[in-house]
């Protein structure tokens, strides 16, 4: 590997719900020596609410090319004054990756310019990007989900056999109905993944736009298998007008060691970086932080941030069973030349800042309060039993108009109580995922964790190995999805200018794990077992069908007889 | 009636959980013209707790004795300062009445005197009063219930079927149990409400402490129809020494027209009174309440104030058909010569206090806060749906070991939200109980309010209006219960020294309603009608016995639809 002698870098740009962060990073061990984070100016933190529609959640693009501008030269700025040691010049920036959120489709111009940008358009939401979390488009996926199950029940079966109102589709076709005017203006429609790199390689046709796999197959219903997108006549049953749309949106979408173009003039004298630097596919987040985090076969990584996303892989060519209820599971999504796979729990650290912020209206010194609070509080202590569906349920049950559900309240039960019961719900949640795919085949042997959440509560972990009786690692890295990002421009940038070849060789080199690791307590475990019953009793009533319901007669009385045995009996 | 003439005055003592109060009324209608409060110094407001058993809440009877001595003056005192053209001086006042919280037994000594009163026993929590919500006799209560079913149901029939931990043998049996040294060292068991009228009559001999019918056949299965409390066989099933206790209880028991006894010279001395005045009998807060509301035929009276007390009285002779799952159906409870009917929830104050205080962590500027913003939603507008049973549920499950539940949360739900969930629930409790009443053939065409919250919160009244579907109206004291205990008073002395003769004459001269009153909102009370169905499955299917499990799977998907519906469909 010639990057021993002459010195390699790679940028890698993560595009968060509230924030852009850019890092610097050695190729030859992963190193970050440079990082900037720019916090999106417009709406709430970055999202634009309405009041009148708790579903809804926008983006402005605007944000996003600000985000440029501010974040890729501070960490440049960072890196030469800490990179000098290890060779650090801006100029030996080899390529840039890019990992957002996502399904964030937006609606763009001939010219792949996105509407929102034009001023015309820039107080209308709908022109806005919809980001992954709105869920206006709840009645479209149902309606998606019952036209595929009909006619075309093949595209259901990679998603988990529901199409979920976070996506693509949903989107677009609630745009076309609510907001016809935007849909109409709009010549297509594009991740915020491919997006990106587009503009960043400067690309003035919309037709000429890198559409991921990543994003394609997994929020799309793209597939080789059938030709691409949905077929015209699928479409068509859904709406004519979404049918139009299918031709200028795309036919060929892309694995992630191939480049979705290089750096343009414009942004290069921008940036201050070199002409032409290759510009690596873009990926969601939770796919490039799996890589970031060291994902194989056997290692699910978690991405524990606002929501959580699953990346699991399982290596191999033969085609992947069925796993009902996974969102997705697509070949050459997280890496080439293995099967990606996809889950995730749609409010995790967002459920724990909905209680603390949204109802005790406390700020990070009363997270780490109640963390305290709850730290002290045996499994079952508090006698709460949560379901964690304040956001909906992404996995397995894949149904975004589910709520919350907290049961067990006495007039003693504290706010130290309900985080960790909230805290508990999406430990059981994660452990639906994990039973769910391990019956399917895919092995989960252990849990390596990124994301904003785990690295700032230990609990957390503590909760998770107990509740998933698996023992729970950290990633090395704080930044996973940055620098999976930047080890896919290493990769990317290896074909044209030799280095790594595959993305297993540069994970090799440029990952690593903390050296803190939390395994399962027995004790806690048997009695995590026995709640977590109860909470697939409440699961399965309260998020399926009718028909199976449990007895929920005796479950509170369960709920207090354990903790009275935990507890020990207090009486006088 | 001679009161014109020759002006006279009663005491009214109301013993709550936190204070008591002494008002200073005139016989002739009803006016208080003295009010004094003491707070009880003990333990957490009046209440000992034990952190270690959230079920346990004790009392401390030298708070009542320092009482006496505190607010009787203090109200006469009053009186005196602003009674004067009524013609009020202190050697008016013709009698005193005692009302308070029940089932609240003490352990006492063989001359009445409680044991906690003795420097000896002073810290421990076994020999205080059990205050009526003390919840650590549900093993017993479960027993005692189990082994009625079996030997004696003619017991369960008039308390709805179940016997509760809230009452008097539940903890009599406990403390046997987990304290037999208080059990040894007692010679009797007094209920608060027959405790206090002895104390101020210098009763010195337990046996001479008349038992009111009130607390005797509400809380102690006693019946003239069985001859008296429950057989020494029956309680020797239970445990011998409960049986060998029941010869040192009581045999009869006294209506309320009847005096308990007359003041003694001791305290006459201490109270500035004169000596002999005749002393009602006790009853309980709820019924004296209801007298002093106005109680009747088709008129419920709900006291909502920590908990709520229902009373409804049926008059007539012929036996009451037994209503299943009303805790107290008894002859002459209430008043003589009528049933007394009684229902109750166990947590609404303490409901919203819990919310307030215990999670919210504010005081009484959030209370009103969080009623501003409750105010401004519309029925079915927060999305969420709460069982009211963080305390229990006293009517018509009659088991304290049920517990909270609420659903339907999302990440915007708000505090304000919760807290109008809350008064919902309360509201949904009390429908279960008026269609019960109902039901069986009690007619409610109008509710009559009095106690603390409605006072203080008119969203409250509201919001039950539109629930229950019946005018809700306002008592025109604010201190029911003291003004019953005063009317009980006029009553008894009316005996002795000539005035009214019935309960029905008293009230007729002494109680009023509001001018305010709030009729049920048609709209409103539809959406009320569709929450309402689904408060029911959760109530039938969480605290029910297996078997009674309705359908979950939709009940998310309907309030959300619900909330969208009233709230109008909000999209750009």
Redesign the interface.
């Known amino acids: 590997m010639m990057w021993a002698m002459a010195p390699a870098f790679t940028i890698g740009l993560d595009y968060g719900t509230n924030s852009v962060r850019a890092v610097v990073v050695d190729c030859l061990d992963g190193a970050t020596l440079g990082t900037s984070v720019f916090d999106y100016p417009s709406g709430d933190r970055g999202v634009t609410l309405?009041?009148?529609?708790?579903h809804?959640a926008r983006q402005n693009p605007a944000d996003w090319v600000e985000g440029l501008r501010v974040a890729i030269p501070g960490a440049l700025v960072e890196a030469a004054a800490h990179g000098g040691e290890r060779g650090f010049q801006p100029d030996r920036v080899i390529g840039i990756g890019v990992d957002t959120t996502g399904s964030t489709p937006l609606p763009v111009d001939a010219a792949g310019r996105a509407l929102a940008l034009d001023p015309a358009w820039r107080d209308?939401?709908?022109s806005h990007a919809w980001l992954w979390k709105d869920h206006?488009g709840a009645e479209e996926a149902e309606a998606i989900t019952r036209t595929a199950a009909e006619h075309a029940p093949e595209y259901l079966a990679p998603i988990g056999g529901t199409y979920s109102s976070e996506w693509f589709w949903s989107k677009i076709w609630r745009c076309l109905k609510?907001?016809p005017h935007v849909f109409d203006a709009a010549e297509s429609w594009v991740e915020l993944a491919d997006w990106v790199p587009a503009v960043l390689a400067g690309v003035d046709d919309h037709r000429r736009i890198r559409r991921c796999v990543c994003a394609a197959g997994h929020k799309a219903m793209y597939s080789r298998a059938w030709g691409g997108l949905p077929s015209y006549d699928f479409l068509a049953r859904l709406d004519p007008r979404l049918a139009e749309l299918r031709p200028r949106l795309y036919d060929d979408a892309w694995p992630a060691d191939r480049p979705a173009g290089h750096l343009s003039p414009e942004w290069a004298e921008v940036l201050g970086l070199g002409r032409g630097v290759p510009i690596a596919m873009g990926g969601f987040d939770a796919h490039y932080g799996a890589v970031g985090a060291g994902v194989e076969a056997g290692t699910l990584v978690k991405i524990i941030g606002t929501s959580t996303c699953d990346i699991a892989i399982a290596p191999g060519s033969e085609a992947m069973r069925d796993v009902p209820g996974i969102c997705g599971i697509v070949d050459g999504s997280v890496m080439p030349g293995a099967w990606g796979i996809e889950a995730g729990q749609s409010?995790v650290g967002?459920?724990l800042?909905?209680w603390v912020e949204?109802?005790?209206?406390g700020g990070d010194a009363l997270h780490g309060e109640l963390s305290d609070g709850a730290r002290r509080l045996r499994p079952g202590e508090s006698?709460l039993l949560a379901l964690d569906w304040?956001?909906g349920n992404r996995t397995v049950l894949v149904d975004p108009?589910?709520?919350?559900?907290?049961?067990?309240?006495?007039?003693?039960?504290?706010?130290a109580d309900?985080y960790r019961a909230l805290i508990e719900a999406t430990a059981f949640g994660a452990r639906v995922i994990v039973e769910r795919l391990v019956e399917y085949g895919v092995p989960v042997e252990r849990v390596v964790c990124c994301g904003g959440v785990p690295a700032r509560n230990d609990l957390f972990l503590r909760i998770y190995a107990d509740v998933l009786g698996r023992p729970m690692l950290l990633a090395g890295s704080p930044q996973t999805p940055a620098l999976g990002a930047a080890i896919a421009a290493a990769v990317t940038a290896g074909a044209e200018v030799g280095g790594y070849s595959t993305f297993q060789e540069a994970q090799g080199h440029m990952t690593s794990l903390r050296d803190e690791s939390f395994t399962p307590d027995p004790k806690a475990r048997a009695v995590y077992d026995e709640l977590y019953g109860m909470y697939r009793a409440l699961h399965d009533?309260?998020?399926?069908?009718?028909?199976?319901?449990?007895?929920?007669?005796?479950?509170?009385?369960r709920?207090?007889a354990l903790r009275a045995r935990v507890?020990?009996?207090?009486?006088?």
Not at 50 to 54: F, I, L, N, V
Not at 567 to 572: I, P
């Open positions: 309405d009041a009148r529609d708790p809804l209308d939401p709908a206006t609510v907001a409010a967002d459920l800042r909905w949204g109802v005790c209206e006698g304040n956001n108009r589910l709520t919350g559900l907290i049961v067990g309240q006495t007039l003693h039960t504290t706010r309900v009533a309260f998020g399926r069908a009718p028909g199976g319901n449990a007895d929920f007669g005796s479950l509170m009385k709920l207090l507890s020990g009996e207090g009486q006088a």
